[in-house]
Structure formats: structure tokens, C-alpha cells
């Protein structure tokens, strides 16, 4: 692998490697600094099974638009806690004073990289690949003073790499790709202090994904041929965007941090800080008034917090200059402004922009003032919004920005302050595609959902029908998807207020191969299903359905269109006579959009 596959990545991904790692004032005694290790924490898989929040693993999947042949390499970068004890004549002291400098206990860390390169991404969708990797335990001494001594001491920790790949919804060379990194260290201590925790665990895990021959799909600014893929990829504790030169697609950082596409780091920083919700003027300003005593315990405490003090302390006046600020434009005015001239944020500059009564279109509706939606607030959102998702608001009005951005201003319908809110013309603000108009339900809504494995023969039969129905007309309401061995995906998509479900799917009929049926969620057990499991090998409509239950969700109306397979072993393709009941089936699936929509089939055409 090139070593500078990820040069363009390092800078970012050093920052989010140390975010957190030591906080302002920047000393061991700080109450802030008594709870550190807050982002990409893995903690061994035992222990998590104890203390359900903490987690052992973390995964990413990405869209990929594949060339001929995709190679992807793939860069884990983590810390391991190193503990550091001060000893004074055989014993731990809580300081130690040598030749005036001050040292403290604390835990450092130590980075770590580990590489899987050169995996080739058309030959992985045969079975998942697992690497593991170790961060050896090892034990420093370094004597200080006559009798004094600083001991550093790390504890092994085991990790794994776990790379599959699946075709993907859409495009015939579209993959997604899963990464998950696990840390599978066997030690489990219950009621082990969290200090102790951390020290057998993976911290600040990130992952970078370098790619030839193809072109990942951005999360934040997808193709619309790929939203439908996008939202069957799950990132749990990470999330991936883009990185290096604006317009590449060849790197991904994917990490425990909501960040944008193509983060950068603003050229007037002069360095890390390590707490990023902090403005750097701000932030350096308050290192400026510690006392000579409170530098000093921050210098004892971290070599990382003394090259902040010592950077800050002998900054030249230009430094502080970039601090203040940077100009981005400057336009001349276009008339002299008079004593009565009327502000440019006063709504009488332009008459024709007034929020109250301006419209915007969503979704082929036109949402103004007073339309209910639902909040869908994307990764751009803040974490405050983020919580708001899927709860249903009333528009108060369409704003407008001096950049000429629309944003949506929003009341709570659940929110028993909303006419105090509206009183003093506090709002919620939302981009238009962070919200979804409620409609009058006219028409049921309808998923059509193939279902299977595409390495497993016949057992691709549902997803082939449901590629083949993609590009067709449909009523309003329906919706046609390839959910593969997805079943969770497809539980949590039934959530979302569906009136009927029609799986697509290989069913055992004690009929010869390529028999169609029709059959009712009741009629499974005369098929000899067994209890619903989430098995991505063996997906059925029982798993679904257990999986909905499970969920604490129902539909109202379920219908399984189930062809008798000949062939259920790995191997790609349909046999003979069930593929060549595929087109019987489309015909079979749309009867039925048809018979559930209460439409005459001619409203296909």
C-alpha cells in the first residue's frame, strides 16, 4: 500500500484521534479531566455484555461505485492507555518535585495504526475477511532523582477487523461495504472502575478507507439513483464522510465525531487544543490568565497540555492577529447611506421576501406557514436536533438567509411552550430536506420487499424480482426494494407506517421448482419455518415478521409471493425453471399492488 494513500487525511485525523484526550485548564487535578476517554471507546466484548452502555464494537458500511477491478485499503488508528504512577523510595506518591519540576500520575496514551491493504473488493463478496491485530502490554521505568521513579504500564488488547461485501441497491457495480471493528481482549472485571476499563480497551478508534479503481458515495450528498441503497447502510458508533481536496471520492474517515464532508482544518489554528467546542481565540486567551503554579501542574501533567501552554505563552502578535478572525469579502456599497437608510436584515429592503406567506417545495408538496410536517433532521443537524427526529411539527414560516439559503422555521406540536415560543418568535430551524410534509393518507401505502441471498442460488429469487420491478410503474404509494439478508433493515423500513407488505421470496411448496404461491403469514408453518432468528445466511418472511414483532411493530396486511426453489446451496444465479418464473412473479406482485390498492391494473401503464 502507497504510504500516502491517507496523507491528505492526517491532519483531521490526528485531531480526532486526540479530541478530548486532555481539556482546559488542561491539569490532571481539573474536575474535567477526572472523566476522559468519551469518543471511540471499545471496551472487550465481555465486559459490554455487562454494562450495556459501553460498547465492544463499532461498524461502517459505504456505498462504492466499483470500476473493473476495486481495491480498497484500510488504515485502524486508536489509542492505548498507557498508566503512569510516580514512586518515591519503593512507594506511590501523588507527586513528585525533582530539580523544580513538578510530576504528576496520569494516563497517556499511545497511538496505534494497523493496516489491512490490497482487498479486492469484487472477490470479497464471497465472505467476510477477519483480521486481528494486537496492541502488546509492556512496562517502562524511568528513574528520577536520587529515589524517585515514573512508571508507565499498558495492558494488552486484542482487536479484529471484520471486511464483507454485498451488491448494493441500484447501479449493477454498486457495492456497500462493511467494516466492523471489534475488540475481543478476554478480560471482564464487574464493577471494574471505568479507569481500569479503558485501559483494556481500544480508544478513540477511527477508521480510513482509501479506494482505487472506484469512487465512494458521499452520506451527506448522495445520487439519488443511490438514497434507497444509503439507507440500508447502517454506521453504528462512527460516521463516515469524504476527506482530502473538495471533489475527491477515494478517501473516507469514518469516526466516532459527526463531521461534513471534507473537513479541514481552519489555517488560522496553530495547533491542537484537544477541546474543539472551544473557539481557539477564546480558548488561548483563558490559557493566558492560569497562574505560574496552574502551568506548572498542566505542564506536569501531559507533554501534549506543556506544548500548548508553552505555545500559547510565546505566541507573536500576527498569531493572535489570525486568532481574531479573517476577512472572507468585502463589497463596496452601492449607495451612500443616508441617517434614515434602512438596515440590510430589515424585512423592507426587499418587500418581495416576507417568511409569513413565502412557500418552498418539498417533496412535490408546497410547504408554507401552518403545513404539518415530520422532522427528519439529517447529519448536518446538531445534536439537540438530532433528538428531535420523527417528531411532528407546524411551520411558522420560510426564511431566507443572506446566502441565499432556504430554512424552515418550525414549532413543536408536542411542545406545551409553543405559544410562549411563538411570542417572542422563537423557532426551530430546518433545512427543506430535514423535513417531510404529513399528507392525507387517499392511497395505502405499500412495500414490496424481495428478500434473500444472492450467493445462495434460488435463494436470490426475491431479490431478482424486485431488480426487475425497479424501473416499472408503480401507484402512488408503493414502494418496490432489494432488501437482500437485510431483515433488520427491513423491520425498522415496516416502522415507518406501511398498510401492507408483499415479500418477495424462496419458499419450500412441495411443488416443482419455480411453482408460484400466494400465501398468508399463517401458512409459513405448514412450510416447516422454524422460530423467527436473524440469520444473515437463512432470512425468511418469519424473520421479518419475528424481527417487526420484536420491535413492537405490526402491518396490517401481509402477502408473500413464494416460489418452490431447485438449488439452495453458494453459487451464484438462478436455476433454469426459477428464473424463469421470475417474470410470472412480477405479474403475480403487481395483481396483487392492484387488488390492495383498490386500482384497475391500467393505472401501471
Given at each position: 500500500?502507497?504510504?500516502?494513500?491517507?496523507?491528505?487525511?492526517?491532519?483531521?485525523?490526528?485531531?480526532?484521534?486526540?479530541?478530548?484526550?486532555?481539556?482546559?485548564?488542561?491539569?490532571?487535578?481539573?474536575?474535567?479531566?477526572?472523566?476522559?476517554?468519551?469518543?471511540?471507546?471499545?471496551?472487550?466484548?465481555?465486559?459490554?455484555?455487562?454494562?450495556?452502555?459501553?460498547?465492544?464494537?463499532?461498524?461502517?458500511?459505504?456505498?462504492?461505485?466499483?470500476?473493473?477491478?476495486?481495491?480498497?485499503?484500510?488504515?485502524?488508528?486508536?489509542?492505548?492507555?498507557?498508566?503512569?504512577?510516580?514512586?518515591?523510595?519503593?512507594?506511590?506518591?501523588?507527586?513528585?518535585?525533582?530539580?523544580?519540576?513538578?510530576?504528576?500520575?496520569?494516563?497517556?496514551?499511545?497511538?496505534?495504526?494497523?493496516?489491512?491493504?490490497?482487498?479486492?473488493?469484487?472477490?470479497?463478496?464471497?465472505?467476510?475477511?477477519?483480521?486481528?491485530?494486537?496492541?502488546?502490554?509492556?512496562?517502562?521505568?524511568?528513574?528520577?532523582?536520587?529515589?524517585?521513579?515514573?512508571?508507565?504500564?499498558?495492558?494488552?488488547?486484542?482487536?479484529?477487523?471484520?471486511?464483507?461485501?454485498?451488491?448494493?441497491?441500484?447501479?449493477?457495480?454498486?457495492?456497500?461495504?462493511?467494516?466492523?471493528?471489534?475488540?475481543?481482549?478476554?478480560?471482564?472485571?464487574?464493577?471494574?472502575?471505568?479507569?481500569?476499563?479503558?485501559?483494556?480497551?481500544?480508544?478513540?478508534?477511527?477508521?480510513?478507507?482509501?479506494?482505487?479503481?472506484?469512487?465512494?458515495?458521499?452520506?451527506?450528498?448522495?445520487?439519488?439513483?443511490?438514497?434507497?441503497?444509503?439507507?440500508?447502510?447502517?454506521?453504528?458508533?462512527?460516521?463516515?464522510?469524504?476527506?482530502?481536496?473538495?471533489?475527491?471520492?477515494?478517501?473516507?474517515?469514518?469516526?466516532?465525531?459527526?463531521?461534513?464532508d471534507y473537513p479541514a482544518i481552519a489555517p488560522e489554528s496553530q495547533g491542537d487544543l484537544y477541546d474543539a467546542t472551544e473557539i481557539d481565540e477564546i480558548l488561548a486567551l483563558r490559557i493566558l490568565t492560569l497562574t505560574d503554579d496552574e502551568k506548572a501542574e498542566a505542564r506536569a501533567t501531559?507533554?501534549?497540555?506543556?506544548?500548548?501552554?508553552?505555545?500559547?505563552?510565546?505566541?507573536?502578535?500576527?498569531?493572535?492577529?489570525?486568532?481574531?478572525?479573517?476577512?472572507?469579502?468585502?463589497?463596496?456599497?452601492?449607495?451612500?447611506?443616508?441617517?434614515?437608510?434602512?438596515?440590510?436584515?430589515?424585512?423592507?429592503?426587499?418587500?418581495?421576501?416576507?417568511?409569513?406567506?413565502?412557500?418552498?417545495?418539498?417533496?412535490?408538496?408546497?410547504?408554507?406557514?401552518?403545513?404539518?410536517?415530520?422532522?427528519?433532521?439529517?447529519?448536518?443537524?446538531?445534536?439537540?436536533?438530532?433528538?428531535?427526529?420523527?417528531?411532528?411539527?407546524?411551520?411558522?414560516?420560510?426564511?431566507?438567509?443572506?446566502?441565499?439559503?432556504?430554512?424552515?422555521?418550525?414549532?413543536?406540536?408536542?411542545?406545551?411552550?409553543?405559544?410562549?415560543?411563538?411570542?417572542?418568535?422563537?423557532?426551530?430551524?430546518?433545512?427543506?430536506?430535514?423535513?417531510?410534509?404529513?399528507?392525507?393518507?387517499?392511497?395505502?401505502?405499500?412495500?414490496?420487499?424481495?428478500?434473500?441471498?444472492?450467493?445462495?442460488?434460488?435463494?436470490?429469487?426475491?431479490?431478482?424480482?424486485?431488480?426487475?420491478?425497479?424501473?416499472?410503474?408503480?401507484?402512488?404509494?408503493?414502494?418496490?426494494?432489494?432488501?437482500?439478508?437485510?431483515?433488520?433493515?427491513?423491520?425498522?423500513?415496516?416502522?415507518?407506517?406501511?398498510?401492507?407488505?408483499?415479500?418477495?421470496?424462496?419458499?419450500?411448496?412441495?411443488?416443482?421448482?419455480?411453482?408460484?404461491?400466494?400465501?398468508?403469514?399463517?401458512?409459513?408453518?405448514?412450510?416447516?419455518?422454524?422460530?423467527?432468528?436473524?440469520?444473515?445466511?437463512?432470512?425468511n418472511p418469519a424473520v421479518v415478521l419475528g424481527a417487526l414483532a420484536g420491535l413492537g411493530g405490526a402491518i396490517g396486511r401481509v402477502l408473500i409471493v413464494g416460489c418452490q426453489p431447485a438449488v439452495i446451496e453458494e453459487t451464484m444465479g438462478l436455476s433454469e425453471p426459477v428464473a424463469a418464473?421470475?417474470?410470472?412473479?412480477?405479474?403475480?406482485?403487481?395483481?396483487?399492488?392492484?387488488?390492495?390498492?383498490?386500482?384497475?391494473?391500467?393505472?401501471?401503464?
Open positions: 500500500m502507497t504510504p500516502d494513500r491517507f496523507a491528505a487525511a492526517k491532519a483531521v485525523a490526528d485531531a480526532v484521534l486526540y479530541e478530548g484526550y486532555v481539556l482546559y485548564p488542561y491539569r490532571a487535578s481539573s474536575r474535567k479531566n477526572q472523566l476522559r476517554w468519551q469518543f471511540g471507546v471499545l471496551v472487550p466484548q465481555a465486559f459490554a455484555q455487562l454494562d450495556t452502555s459501553e460498547r465492544s464494537s463499532m461498524l461502517t458500511e459505504v456505498l462504492v461505485d466499483a470500476g473493473s477491478e476495486p481495491v480498497l485499503d484500510v488504515r485502524i488508528r486508536c489509542l492505548h492507555v498507557q498508566q503512569r504512577t510516580v514512586e518515591m523510595a519503593g512507594a506511590t506518591v501523588e507527586s513528585l518535585l525533582v530539580d523544580g519540576a513538578l510530576i504528576v500520575p496520569w494516563d497517556e496514551a499511545v497511538d496505534w495504526e494497523f493496516d489491512v491493504p490490497d482487498v479486492a473488493l469484487l472477490s470479497q463478496t464471497a465472505g467476510a475477511r477477519e483480521v486481528t491485530f494486537e496492541l502488546p502490554a509492556a512496562e517502562e521505568i524511568e528513574l528520577v532523582g536520587t529515589t524517585g521513579r515514573v512508571v508507565r504500564h499498558r495492558d494488552a488488547v486484542q482487536g479484529v477487523v471484520r471486511i464483507s461485501v454485498a451488491k448494493a441497491a441500484g447501479r449493477d457495480r454498486r457495492l456497500q461495504v462493511s467494516i466492523e471493528v471489534g475488540n475481543i481482549t478476554d478480560w471482564c472485571e464487574p464493577g471494574a472502575a471505568r479507569d481500569d476499563v479503558v485501559r483494556h480497551s481500544l480508544v478513540s478508534v477511527h477508521t480510513l478507507l482509501a479506494l482505487r479503481d472506484g469512487a465512494f458515495v458521499s452520506s451527506f450528498d448522495p445520487p439519488v439513483d443511490a438514497t434507497a441503497a444509503l439507507a440500508a447502510c447502517t454506521n453504528d458508533g462512527t460516521f463516515p464522510v469524504l476527506i482530502g481536496h473538495e471533489g475527491s471520492a477515494d478517501v473516507v474517515l469514518s469516526s466516532p465525531i459527526i463531521l461534513y501531559d507533554a501534549r497540555a506543556a506544548a500548548i501552554i508553552d505555545r500559547c505563552d510565546n505566541a507573536p502578535p500576527e498569531v493572535w492577529d489570525r486568532l481574531h478572525g479573517a476577512v472572507r469579502s468585502l463589497q463596496a456599497p452601492t449607495a451612500s447611506a443616508g441617517a434614515d437608510a434602512v438596515p440590510w436584515w430589515d424585512p423592507g429592503v426587499d418587500s418581495s421576501v416576507d417568511p409569513w406567506t413565502d412557500t418552498v417545495w418539498v417533496g412535490g408538496v408546497e410547504v408554507m406557514k401552518g403545513t404539518r410536517v415530520v422532522l427528519r433532521p439529517s447529519r448536518r443537524a446538531d445534536a439537540h436536533d438530532l433528538f428531535l427526529a420523527d417528531q411532528p411539527a407546524t411551520v411558522a414560516g420560510v426564511f431566507h438567509d443572506v446566502d441565499g439559503e432556504q430554512h424552515v422555521a418550525v414549532t413543536l406540536d408536542n411542545d406545551p411552550a409553543n405559544d410562549l415560543f411563538e411570542w417572542q418568535g422563537r423557532y426551530l430551524y430546518f433545512f427543506p430536506d430535514e423535513i417531510e410534509p404529513i399528507r392525507e393518507q387517499t392511497t395505502p401505502r405499500i412495500l414490496v420487499a424481495g428478500i434473500g441471498n444472492i450467493f445462495l442460488g434460488d435463494d436470490g429469487f426475491g431479490v431478482e424480482v424486485a431488480n426487475r420491478m425497479a424501473g416499472m410503474a408503480m401507484p402512488k404509494g408503493t414502494q418496490v426494494t432489494d432488501f437482500g439478508i437485510r431483515g433488520v433493515h427491513l423491520a425498522y423500513e415496516l416502522l415507518d407506517g406501511y398498510d401492507a407488505l408483499v415479500l418477495i421470496d424462496a419458499v419450500p411448496l412441495g411443488e416443482p421448482p419455480g411453482t408460484i404461491a400466494v400465501l398468508e403469514p399463517e401458512q409459513l408453518e405448514q412450510q416447516g419455518v422454524d422460530a423467527p432468528t436473524l440469520d444473515a445466511h437463512s432470512m418464473a421470475v417474470e410470472t412473479a412480477v405479474d403475480v406482485v403487481r395483481d396483487l399492488v392492484t387488488e390492495l390498492c383498490g386500482m384497475r391494473k391500467e393505472t401501471f401503464a
